[in-house]
């Protein structure tokens, strides 16, 4: 079951113990960042599975929540965010093109 769902047996048994908000910062998160959930979702499933998967184990959760409380457009959640890659590449892939190109 954990291969089909692309993740170890310890990552899975790590999820099960998770209550269904454990990703609720990604959803505030993608927010702050202008991203359509749903339709990345819609577009991406399996990149919108792992960015829950990633935010659901995330030992940084307090200080996320803090960063997005007090000034979520502070770049300084990148350091310590595991989805920061694939969140900045959906940014910019989100992004119009800049003028002249």
Known sequence: MASDAGMS????????DKD???????????DALRLNTVDIERRQPKVMQDLQRLCSLCGAKHQCEHDLKD???????????PN???LGALEAESSPPAKGK
Do not use: F, G
């Not at 047996?9 to 099960?16: G, I, S």
């Not at 908000?21 to 959803?27: M, P, T």
């Open 9 to 16: 047996v310890a990552e899975l048994r790590a999820l099960a």
């Open 71 to 81: 000034n979520p457009a502070d770049p300084s959640w990148r350091a310590y965010c």
């Open 20 to 30: 269904e908000n454990s990703a609720q910062l990604l959803a505030l998160r993608m």
């Open 84 to 86: 920061a890659d694939t």
